[in-house]
């Protein structure tokens, strides 16, 4: 039961007639008790009249995706299954990251109808958003009491990493176009895969003249290479406790998602295969075997649902975690952060492991306000922060380059521009034919 | 499903069918008026027994009067006279208990006897004198000074009692059927000689001090009974000794008795009137309802809409809360050099770059061949890049700025088109050097 503001003017009137009819306290007093108690009796006689919000029933029809920054709309039917008409209020309780905006709705529901109320979710963080509850109010004839209930209505919808590194994939897909059918000028590498055989024009390589095939026919023939293909890619993401940091306003875990979906893109279009892993600890998600569209869908799918956890990554049972994913070589891609030497150490130790194996790319996302901080100069604070900011690049550069002497690859840009530097490292080392 | 806010009439079993995947009959989280009685029944229960054996309490220990006046009619704590009062409605005498003058003079009759006790003084001469002619017989308990100049100007007050036992001694007959009352009260004196016609003393402690004097009125010829000591009429002392026996003999005689036990509505009135005089009736019920009308307001504001929704939020941390951090500390701990360090082997790696010899090269080397490009003395390169201490906040600002004019120059040397030393000593006006933006390899 709620009184509504109608109750408390109606309340209030009562000064009315005190002042006009109470003349002496005694009088006035009486006059006070007269006036409660038709106040009253007129509230209870409108809770006793209004509709039971108990008897409403209720269903859901929710989409069970969207990506991140897109609206949908959540569709609720509300049936008065009482004998009264409902006239009220109905509040659909959403987390309020899911963006519901102003969720209370004026309803008015005949006996024995349904009526629809709509709801616009923009939800503005990832993962699953839910809604366990409907509260409805019911107000009563003359709108002074109301009688409330809530009932259980769950519902949940999966909000998906947004993937804006999407609009470099084009570019990307025609740089790797442009790999195929190349001849191999100088970039001939061990995994270059021989394509087919073609006339030579004039500038291609001497070099890929195939002498033999030439003597077969009367034209001078060169060898073509394609990119080698059916590589395998493993994306291994590092949940643990630095993936929480804010970086320019996103946090390292979801720039490592923009970064490994555009990797995933890009890999399936060339042909390779790729598995995704998500780790601190535990196996917090896991993409394998999947190809095409699915890959991708299956990947956002996992990656909803993963927060960076607040514990040490357990960089000791990566490589076995690699193992059980492949035992063939294969480009192994660690997103992570590359920070001080004593946070590194974990990763620095199992390096070795990896690369003897595997080809392995180790992407971190660099702060840019540090490198904004190290030029600035202006007054005595700017200089100290300066100087904590070289010193934060110069243990990035040192822990990159202990990784490079380890026979890994370094990858280290902006949020924004990492998806896009991985991409591009990707396809160097494809061109380069060390997948 | 269409999206249409329609408004279909279908029954509801019709409903139910419609919606794919719908959930028939919705339960509900609130509980009902029955339930939650039947869940905080215990509650209810434990409250009403504790407030019943409060109530219980109280009515046996009749706390609610244990603070009543002292010798009330109407009181039934130790300091009260109630006992005394019922006695004597149960002996057929009418007692009524007054409160001010106007009450006694209505209820006073021809054969009246009054009590007073003006324990606070609110009588004033006038209305004593008024009072002692009121009645036959007045009794008039613990008189104060204005009292006894106003009913028996001789009589003085006597002082404690010092004396063991009090005897009557006198010729009063209610006195003399007391015999004796508790020792140890206060006394009154009357003047020595017993040569006033008018006064008796009874209960004597000394020769001129006595625990009852009476006083007969020379015009009215109404007598007037002083007892000093108002010890002997309350609830815990009136069955010792003598005492009921003097209380009944004073007071019973007549048909009816007027307690009167002066109170504030006594006092004349003096000065404007007050403020509650002044405002009208309705004032205080409309303060009442304003007070209900708040309270509605408070109940219908916070009124929840359902349950709190809860929800996880993520932790954020921002990255470069270290940096800062340790900014902070050089800050505080003046690390001048040691800021400047860090400065400097970041300047001496992309100066390195710059010149071309690689992020290891010896500092030597990378000294020498900036000196070269930018033509600049290399001792004077060596002081910027290693050589000079910074002792002060100025100085370490001097040499950051000559760090990165230093690094400006270096920039413009190598820069296609420009010779070595041809632009040695470029003033610092140009853009900074591009920041590592990518530190990729090449």
């Known amino acids: 039961m709620t009184l509504s503001g109608r109750f408390v003017l109606l309340l209030a009137l009562g000064v009315v007639p005190i002042v006009l009819f109470g003349l002496d306290p005694v009088t006035a007093t009486g006059v006070l008790v007269l006036w409660l108690l038709l106040v009253f009796v007129l509230g209870g006689l409108d809770l006793a009249l209004a509709a039971s919000p108990r008897a409403v029933t209720v269903e859901r029809m929710l989409p069970a995706r969207v990506r991140l920054g897109e609206s949908v709309t959540s569709e609720l039917y509300l049936t008065n299954t009482g004998r009264r008409r409902l006239v009220g209020v109905v509040r659909d309780a959403w987390q309020p990251s899911a963006g519901a905006g102003r969720n209370r709705s004026r309803v008015v529901i005949p006996s024995g109808e349904r009526r629809l109320v709509s709801l616009t979710l923009t939800p503005f963080r990832r993962g699953e958003r839910r809604v366990e509850q409907v509260t409805v109010r019911s107000r009563g004839p003359l709108g002074l009491w109301n009688r409330q209930a809530t009932l259980n209505a769950p519902g949940r919808i999966r909000v998906l990493p947004p993937f804006h590194a999407r609009k470099h994939l084009p570019s990307r897909i025609t740089r790797l176009k442009e790999l195929d059918g190349r001849t191999s000028v100088m970039v001939r590498g061990p995994g270059t895969e021989f394509d087919s055989l073609r006339e030579y024009v004039r500038g291609d390589d001497v070099r890929s003249i195939d002498w033999r095939a030439t003597a077969r026919r009367n034209d001078v023939m060169v060898r073509t290479w394609r990119p080698e293909r059916d590589r395998r890619v493993v994306i291994l993401l ?26 995933a893109a890009l890999t399936s279009v060339a042909g390779d295969r790729v598995d995704f892993l998500a780790f601190d600890r535990r196996v917090r998600g896991r993409v394998q075997g999947a190809s095409g569209a699915a890959l991708l869908s299956q990947m956002v799918d996992s990656m909803a649902l993963i927060e960076p956890e607040l514990i040490e990554m357990d960089w000791a049972a990566v490589p076995g975690q690699v193992r059980s994913i492949t035992s063939q070589h294969a480009l192994v891609v660690v997103l992570t952060s590359v920070d001080a030497a004593g946070a590194s150490t974990g990763l620095l130790s199992v390096l070795p492991q990896l690369t003897k194996r595997h080809t392995v790319v180790v992407a971190s996302v660099l702060d840019p306000a540090t490198v904004l901080a190290a030029a600035a100069r202006g007054g005595r604070d700017e200089i100290y922060r300066a100087a904590a900011a070289e010193r934060a690049l110069l243990d990035v550069a040192r822990v990159s380059a202990a990784i490079r002497r380890l026979g890994a690859d370094v990858v280290t840009a902006s949020p924004a521009q990492l998806p896009p530097a991985l991409a591009d490292r990707y396809i160097a080392l494809k061109a380069a034919g060390r997948l | 499903m269409s999206a249409t806010l329609g408004s279909q009439t279908d029954a509801p079993a019709h409903v139910g069918g419609a919606a794919a995947g719908a959930v028939g009959g919705t339960t509900v989280a609130t509980p009902t008026l029955r339930a939650l009685l039947a869940r905080s029944s215990f509650w209810v229960i434990a409250a009403a027994c504790i407030l019943a054996v409060a109530i219980v309490a109280v009515l046996v220990s009749g706390g609610s009067q244990a603070a009543g006046r002292a010798l009330a009619g109407d009181n039934v704590a130790p300091t009260g006279s109630m006992a005394l009062v019922e006695v004597l409605r149960q002996q057929g005498v009418t007692v009524t208990l007054a409160s001010s003058l106007a009450e006694v003079r209505a209820a006073v009759g021809t054969d009246s006897t009054v009590f007073l006790y003006d324990e606070n003084s609110y009588l004033d001469q006038t209305q004593l004198s008024e009072l002692g002619d009121l009645a036959a017989h007045t009794v008039v308990v613990a008189p104060d000074f204005l009292t006894l100049q106003a009913l028996a100007p001789t009589v003085g007050f006597g002082g404690v009692s010092e004396s063991d036992i009090l005897a009557a001694d006198c010729s009063v007959p209610a006195a003399n059927r007391a015999e004796a009352l508790s020792p140890g009260g206060d006394t009154l004196s009357i003047p020595s000689g017993s040569a006033h016609p008018l006064l008796t003393g009874c209960f004597a402690s000394g020769t001129t001090t006595f625990s009852l004097v009476q006083v007969q009125n020379d015009t009215t010829g109404g007598i007037i009974s002083l007892v000093p000591d108002a010890r002997l009429f309350n609830n815990e002392n009136i069955a010792d000794y003598g005492n009921a026996a003097l209380a009944l003999g004073l007071l019973g005689p007549s048909d009816s008795l007027v307690w009167y036990l002066p109170t504030l509505a006594d006092l004349p009135r003096t000065g404007p009137p007050s403020l509650a005089e002044l405002t009208p009736g309705w004032v205080t019920p409309v303060l009442v309802l304003l007070m209900l009308v708040a309270v509605a307001a408070a109940i219908w504001r916070a009124a929840r809409f359902g349950p709190l929704v809860a929800e996880n939020l993520p932790v954020t941390v921002k990255a470069s809360e270290t940096m800062e951090g340790r900014a902070r500390l050089y800050a505080r701990s003046n690390a001048r050099l040691r800021a400047l360090d860090a400065l400097r082997v970041g300047a001496v790696q ?75 000593s470029t003033s610092v006006s140009g853009e900074l050097p591009p920041p590592p933006a990518e530190r990729m390899d090449p």
């Open chain 1, 238 to 263: 590092d949940t643990g406790r630095t993936s929480a940091a804010r970086v320019d306003n996103e946090p390292r875990l979801d720039t490592a998602f923009e970064a490994s979906l555009l990797l």
């Open chain 2, 350 to 424: 992309r100066l390195a770059l710059a010149v071309g010899l690689g992020r290891l090269a010896h500092l030597e080397e990378v000294i020498g061949s900036v000196a070269h490009f930018t033509g600049r003395a290399p001792d004077e390169v060596r002081r910027v890049l290693v050589g000079a201490i910074p002792e002060s906040d100025a100085q370490l600002m001097a040499l950051s700025d000559a760090l990165q004019a230093l690094e400006h120059a270096t920039g413009q040397a190598v820069r296609p088109g420009s010779a070595p030393a041809a632009r040695a």
